[in-house]
T-cell receptor, first 116, second 117 residues
Framework: GAVVSQHPSWVICKSGTSVKIECRSLDFQATTMFWYRQFPKQSLMLMATSNEGSKATYEQGVEKDKFLINHASLTLSTLTVTSAHPEDSSFYIC????????????FGSGTRLTVV | AQKITQTQPGMFVQEKEAVTLDCTYD???????LFWYKQPSSGEMIFLIY????DQQNATEGRYSLNFQKARKSANLVISASQLGDSAMYFC??????????????WGLGTSLAVNP
């Protein structure tokens, strides 16, 4: 079945530094990648949608300069949290649109980011 | 506007019993897809079951079945013979019918299920 590998699983970084999260589709081409943020005990909040080779579409209220999304190839999309602050600490998870399996959506395993 | 409503923040069930998790949806589009996902404490999103709006029968996947009542706009998840490993958050979601939105998923708030031994 379709698999999305997300790395790292967890990361601790200092305030002011940047963190990059990668999502790779291992056995299919991901034309669209959705990036979510999730706070404890809450639902998934869509941050942005990226299509291969074009700029990401950000949801209202999401700072595009802070959360940089790159989808340079059909198998790799990255989310970079720039100048991270403690309030950026959260669970980030990606979801790729696949042409097969799971009726179109395959999720990464998520990244727990803690900013200290 | 399209919307998913899950009214049960938390549910308890005894091991080996069945449990129903509620989900209602709102859309004006005749073509839509409904999903249920399980999220254990590890955080991964596990796809459980899918129901298309034109599907004639309720979807079933092992111990999971979807009670699809189109007129009521409800898509309740039924878990039979609950197991301790079923303890998790459960999310109902609907595919956005607007192709301009990249078919993103619209999510409910989730239901936390605890299975008691």
């Amino acid at each position: 079945g379709a698999v999305v590998s997300q790395h790292p699983s967890w990361v601790i970084c200092k305030s002011g530094t940047s963190v990059k999260i990668e999502c790779r589709s291992l056995d299919f081409q991901a034309t669209t990648m959705f990036w979510y943020r999730q706070f404890p005990k809450q639902s998934l909040m869509l941050m942005a949608t990226s299509n291969e080779g074009s700029k990401a579409t950000y949801e209202q209220g999401v700072e595009k300069d802070k959360f940089l999304i790159n989808h340079a190839s059909l198998t790799l999309s990255t989310l970079t949290v720039t100048s991270a602050h403690p309030e950026d600490s959260s669970f980030y998870i990606c979801s790729a649109q696949a042409r097969r399996g799971n009726y179109g959506y395959t999720f990464g395993s998520g990244t727990r980011l803690t900013v200290v | 506007a399209q919307k998913i409503t899950q009214t049960q923040p938390g549910m308890f069930v005894q091991e080996k019993e069945a449990v129903t998790l509620d989900c209602t949806y709102d859309t004006s589009d005749p073509s839509y897809g409904l999903f249920w996902y399980k999220q254990p404490s590890s955080g991964e999103m596990i796809f459980l079951i899918y129901q298309g709006s034109y599907d004639q029968q309720n979807a079933t996947e092992g111990r999971y079945s979807l009670n699809f009542q189109k007129a009521r706009k409800s898509a309740n998840l039924v878990i039979s013979a609950s197991q301790l490993g079923d303890s998790a958050m459960y999310f109902c979601a609907m595919r956005d019918s607007n192709a301009g939105n990249n078919r993103k998923l619209i999510w409910g708030l989730g239901t936390s299920l605890a299975v008691n031994p």
